[in-house]
């Protein structure tokens, strides 16, 4: 009887990962539909052991580490739709590859709240997503989408993915960043497959808190 000396671990978590949160810098554009990747960046970073900033060409840049995983957080800082040229360049300079980032979008074709974490795909019309495929040359780069929706009949698209959602909009949409962030954690421990099992897919309806006495 032959006897592996390999064990199924799952994903090698000496391995370091990317995230990469898209979004557009400056003041006027935090906390906008589009603004979605930063968010959940942030959020991530706010999560880490140890976070570092360090210094990345047209991008910010926070390493630390989460359950023993090695991670960095790029945040291109041009515009949306330039996002490529920074991310190659990080790549690049820290000897990584595409295989080893998740790209964090805001997506207008999911309903407002929705996940859709995939390995591998085209950018779907995401300018950024599109910029990045193109720069790495390879679509095989893992992306989780977060829904944002289609504007009303008659408002202007531009608008409504830099409009910072208002009223009940406001709560499911922080809820769903959350969400969001919590996928990516999964990711970096589970990898994409695992990640997408258990995240994808509309936002859960917010849990009702039952009045004491009234729990039977």
Sequence with gaps: MQHSSVQERGPDRSVPLVLIGLGNPGPEYLGSRHNVGFTVADQVVERLRRPVEGSATGAFVTSGSWKWRKVHVLKPNRFMNLSGDPVRIFLERHQLTPKQCLVVVDDLDLPPG???IRGQGSSGGQKGLED?????GTPNIARCRIGIGRPEA???VSKHVLERPAGQQKLDFERSLTRA???VLCWLVEGVLNAARRYNGPLPGPEIEIPEGLEN
């Design 181 to 183: 962030t919590d996928s």
């Design 154 to 156: 008659g408002q202007d």
């Design 114 to 116: 929705t996940l859709r």
């Design 132 to 136: 990045i495929i193109s720069a790495l």
